[in-house]
């Protein structure tokens, strides 16, 4: 007989899960793979510096369910991202919704549909 077990980290830990951010900037790096996907986001802060700002995404099985793939986003693309921050002031935040308003794309996280 054979037994599988799996185990996941909880959000939690590592993420605010009770608060929310928005970061604007540009894609500097856009790494589809297991077991999550990173958009790097350079932002620009209020005295001119550039911060990058590393966004987790669910695994891509559940973003490809959602309309997800290699190609929903390219370095150099231009996003708002919302999302929950990382704990003890790390430049890390989950997805939550993204918008690209240059092509009107947008996504609203988990129960809403894209509107690709």
């Not at 500097?28 to 550039?50: K, M």
């Not at 790390?90 to 988990?110: H, P």
């Amino acid at each position: 007989m054979s037994l599988s077990a799996s185990a996941h980290h909880s959000r939690a830990l590592h993420f605010d899960i009770d608060q929310e951010i928005t970061r604007e900037g540009v894609v500097s790096s856009w790494q589809w793979r297991n077991p999550h996907p990173f958009i790097f986001l350079d932002v620009t802060t209020a005295s001119g510096e550039t911060e990058t700002w590393a966004v987790e995404l669910p695994n891509t099985i559940a973003m490809t369910r959602r309309g997800w793939s290699p190609e929903t986003v390219s370095v150099g693309d231009h996003l708002t991202i919302t999302g929950s921050p990382g704990r003890e002031g790390r430049r890390i935040m989950t997805l939550s919704s993204a918008l690209r308003a240059e092509d009107g794309w947008e996504w609203r996280g988990f129960g809403f549909r894209n509107n690709e």
